[in-house]
Structures are given as structure tokens and as C-alpha cells.
């Protein structure tokens, strides 16, 4: 059999999306390459890898055998790379980043500074929201992530490094804002701008109005922070966002906090990496940085009283379950 890692490659591609089209997209190639790659590699196997039926295709008994492999072969060329990066040391070295869409209010201001003391270390930042962070530690496809919360059920390391505390916006004219101890229940009455479903912040809420037995009206649904800020200024409702989010527009008075009884939900921010992972030195000289500094860069908004001034980072590290 004379099977090579490109093929592999494009065969965990197309078997991860069951899609040519979708793998062709992800590795910058044509459709017709990555068929060819498929064919070839079929041919080498003696048997086919993915069967259609209807306009949907399916991996066979043979392709579900190649893609347990696929996998385990790209882990082992990460772990190679990474084991090389630690021979090499700090002076290069990359480091893959994911960190949730909310977290990138602060995360791009930590690379700044942390790019300034360590100019060899280059980044790969992928911003997603929670959904798409816990895919990628699933699929070991980065070195360290920022998330709200550590993933359920997966074997990872997370340590807390900062407050997130989660609050209710509203535009300033709200009949709303200014008001004392918002009961919980007068939420009800109001209609929500949410985040997508799969997003870190929108579960949070959920949960916690859940479990007092309410739910919120969302009239309108947005899968960016941005967005959302933008519909609660023009009025089109209230919000729930991270507190990071909307610094700015509450420094400007474009948006209010409201002191509902119950908020801000308190949060933290976590780094997150796989248990057992082991880290380059690139990779440790980062996670080191956000846990002993990155609390230095939270700054409790202007005017808000809502809002408890900062605590230091709970510091310890915790293990995900
Ligand atoms: P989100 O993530 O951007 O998906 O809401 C933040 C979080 O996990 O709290």
C-alpha cells in the first residue's frame, strides 16, 4: 500500500464534513483535485471509502476504519511539530489560538502585548463562539483557547484568568434605564436581541432564567456582539452581553447598564488545552502571561454601579469534566 499523508489529509477533510465541496474550501483546493486525491487513495486501499445515497454521502465500513487512522496520524504530526517547536524554543515558534467571538474584545490587546516582549512567536487566532471552540479542542486543532466556561465531558486543563461578568444593556432611554433592583420577572415584558444558538453568552442565560423558571422573549436573533449592541442603541430591544463587549459605548453613553436583580452574572474567563497536551514553549510563555497578567487589563466600566469593581484571578487551575 503506498498511501501519503496528502491523501490522508484530504480524506479527513471530506470524511469530517462529508462534503467534497466544504473539504476543497477548507484546503484551498479544487473539487476535482480533492475527488482525484480520494480515487487514488481508494484505488491504493482496494475498497470504497465513502458511498452515496441520494445527494448525501456517507463514509463506508472501510472509511470509517482510514479516518480512526487519518486522525490518530495527524495527532501524532502535531505532537512531532510541536516536539520539534520545543527544540527550538522561544525565540519562534507558532501558536494556534481559539478564542470565543466575546473574547476577542480583549484577546487581540493581549497578543499586542505579548507579541511586543516575545517578537519571534507568531499567531494563529481563530475566533468562533463556544459551539466552534469546543470543536476545535475536540479535534485537538489548537494549542490553547479562551472560553466562558470549561467544556462538559471533555479532558482538558482550564484555568481562570479574568472576571466576565455578564450584563443587561439597554439604550439610554430606555423607560428602564436608571431604574433600582429591576425585578427578574419584569424581563419577561421585555423583547430580547439574543446571540445565536451555541453561543457561550446566549447559554448562560438560558440556563440561569431556566432555573428560576422564566424565559426570555428574543424577538431578534444576531450571531455577533456587534450586531447586538447596534439593535439595543437603535432600540429594537435589550440585550445580554459580556461586560468586555460594551465598554466603549458605555463610556460614550450610548448604552446603559440595567441594575436587574440577579445581574451581572458572574463569569470568568478560562485558557483551556487538552490534558496531557503537552505545551510548546512558545505555548507555555503565553498561557503563563494571561494567567499572572491578564487581569491587569480589566477595567470596570465607567458609570456603572451595576458592576463590582475587579478581583484578582482566582488563580487556581482547575480540570474540566
Ligand atoms: P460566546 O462565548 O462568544 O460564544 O458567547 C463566550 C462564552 O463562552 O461565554
Do not use: C
Amino acid at each position: 500500500m503506498n498511501i501519503t499523508l496528502r491523501q490522508l489529509k484530504v480524506f479527513e477533510s471530506v470524511a469530517r464534513h462529508l462534503s467534497f465541496t466544504r473539504a476543497a474550501e477548507e484546503l484551498y483546493l479544487t473539487q476535482p483535485a480533492v475527488s482525484m486525491q480520494i480515487k487514488q487513495l481508494e484505488q491504493q486501499i482496494g475498497l470504497p471509502l465513502f458511498e452515496q445515497i441520494g445527494k448525501r454521502i456517507y463514509l463506508t465500513e472501510a472509511g470509517n476504519e482510514v479516518r480512526r487512522y487519518a486522525q490518530r496520524i495527524a495527532t501524532e504530526l502535531i505532537e512531532l511539530s510541536d516536539g520539534l517547536e520545543a527544540l527550538r524554543g522561544l525565540n519562534s515558534g507558532r501558536l494556534r489560538l481559539t478564542v470565543a467571538s466575546t473574547a476577542n474584545y480583549f484577546a487581540t490587546d493581549l497578543l499586542a502585548t505579548f507579541t511586543r516582549r516575545q517578537p519571534g512567536i507568531t499567531f494563529q487566532l481563530e475566533v468562533t463562539n463556544r459551539e466552534g471552540v469546543i470543536r476545535r479542542i475536540q479535534d485537538n486543532e489548537m494549542d490553547l483557547a479562551v472560553m466562558g466556561k470549561p467544556p462538559e465531558g471533555l479532558d482538558v486543563v482550564a484555568e481562570p484568568f479574568m472576571p466576565n461578568p455578564l450584563v443587561v444593556i439597554a439604550s439610554p432611554d430606555h423607560p428602564l434605564a436608571g431604574g433600582e433592583q429591576i425585578p427578574l420577572e419584569r424581563l419577561q415584558d421585555e423583547i430580547f436581541v439574543l446571540r445565536e444558538t451555541g453561543s457561550g453568552t446566549r447559554n448562560t442565560v438560558e440556563r440561569f432564567l431556566e432555573q428560576r423558571g422564566l424565559s426570555l422573549r428574543g424577538g431578534l436573533q444576531m450571531s455577533s456582539n456587534e450586531a447586538i449592541k447596534q439593535s439595543v442603541q437603535a432600540g429594537l430591544g435589550l440585550g445580554v452581553v459580556s461586560i468586555h463587549t460594551v465598554a466603549l459605548e458605555l463610556e460614550l453613553g450610548r448604552l446603559s447598564i440595567l441594575n436587574v436583580e440577579g445581574f451581572p452574572l458572574e463569569r470568568h474567563w478560562y485558557l483551556v488545552h487538552r490534558a496531557g497536551k503537552r505545551l510548546s514553549p512558545a505555548a507555555d510563555a503565553f498561557r503563563r502571561f494571561i494567567i499572572e497578567e491578564a487581569h491587569q487589563h480589566w477595567r470596570p466600566p465607567q458609570n456603572n454601579a451595576a458592576v463590582e469593581p475587579p478581583q484578582q484571578s482566582p488563580g487556581l487551575a482547575a480540570t474540566g469534566g
